[in-house]
């Protein structure tokens, strides 16, 4: 994917992962920890955390285009590569996510069937395997949201390094913001 309005497509896709995939992982660790928020947004996470794990190769590939089209830096590299990571960040919280919603639709009962009849996987009555999806949460929300960071910040220094002033300069007769 090129560009989208006449700016390359990565500047705004990039905007989608940085907001969705942290969002993703607050929503996975809130849904581990807190039975209210699991039955509330389980599902609409699994769906989310879904389409972050589609939108990130979209996103990288425009990335790539992109660092195509602009100078190479050191700084550059660094973001490049650290933004091949992000789909190891996305596809885990996506994994842990569907976990959670599977768990939290076979705890539910089903109108007019027997509890007894019904079939179990991933033990959803189970403390034991809640307490270890809850220890995966916290690690797997937390790499996320760290993972998402360093890429942010890498990509906002081979951006802006160099490229801005700290001084205003001078627009008009008024000063900075002109008259």
Known sequence: ?????GLPAHILLVHAIVVLLPLAALLLL??????????RFAGPNAILSLL?????????SAGEWLEHRVTETALLRE??????TAIWAAIPVAVLALVIWWRQREATPVAGAPASGRRTYLAP??????????VLAVAISGWAAYDTYRIGDSGS???WTGNFSSTATQRGPGGPGGD
């Open 79 to 84: 973001h490049a590569e650290l933004g091949d």
């Open 52 to 60: 972050v794990v589609a939108l990130v190769p979209v996103t990288t």
């Open 125 to 134: 009555l189970s403390g034991a395997v809640t307490r270890v999806i809850v």
């Open 1 to 5: 994917m090129g560009t989208v309005n």
């Open 157 to 159: 220094k081979s951006a």
């Open 30 to 39: 809130l849904t581990a920890v807190w039975p209210g928020a699991r039955r």
